[in-house]
């Protein structure tokens, strides 16, 4: 059986075409933070695979940490977003990057910025690889975002369903 286990899942980003679009955000940022000392944050589970393939494409002396938050059962946001695995350390004068595989409702992304805020970093700004426009509930600010995305549920490249496919190598919409 497959990394796919019998499922069919139709691709909405390919390898490729999600390389191309991270070497373009890793560039921008390199750019834009050139000089500073910049910490990606990167939010557990769904953004590891994002952030392991960003980081790479950053041509800067970065520092990396995580911190982990859930709130969906299924493909379902229960609302109520919480911290599961915190910063290792404090961030007081630091330049974060919060790195996120996707802003949908927005609410994982008001509360980590709101949370951060608290902790008197120098700046904060958020990157997020897919947005879903149609289904915000809250207006994010994001910095710097790769691909704006249909109203689907979508796995694969970090992001699960119920736990599994986070390991597919793409995008995809499971197909009934
Ligand atoms: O904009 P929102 O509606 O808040 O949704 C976005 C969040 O949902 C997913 O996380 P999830 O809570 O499923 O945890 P996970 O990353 O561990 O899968 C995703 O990784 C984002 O963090
Ligand atoms: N796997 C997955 N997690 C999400 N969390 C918020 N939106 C999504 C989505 O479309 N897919």
């Known amino acids: 059986m497959s990394r796919l286990g019998g499922e069919k899942v139709e691709v909405l980003l390919s390898e490729a075409q999600l390389a191309a679009r991270i070497a373009e955000l890793g560039a921008r940022i390199s750019a834009d933070y050139a000089g500073q000392p910049l910490t990606l944050v990167g939010v557990l589970k769904g ?6 393939d960003l980081a790479r494409a950053i041509d800067l002396p970065l520092k990396v940490d995580f911190i982990g938050t859930t709130s969906y059962q299924g493909t379902k946001s229960s609302g109520v977003v919480r911290i599961t695995n915190d910063l290792s350390r404090p961030i007081d004068g630091e330049h974060i990057l919060l790195v996120e595989d996707i802003v949908d409702t927005g609410l994982t992304m008001q509360y980590l910025l709101e949370n951060l805020a608290t902790r008197h ?21 994001i910095a710097y975002k790769g691909f704006s995305i249909p109203d689907e549920f979508v796995i694969g490249y970090g992001l699960d369903w119920d736990g599994r496919f986070r390991n597919l190598p793409f995008l995809g919409v499971v197909k009934p």
């Open 121 to 141: 970093p120098a700046s904060v700004k958020v990157c997020a690889l897919l947005e879903k426009p149609a289904r915000a509930k809250v207006q994010v600010p």
């Open 47 to 52: 953004s590891f695979m994002f952030l392991a």
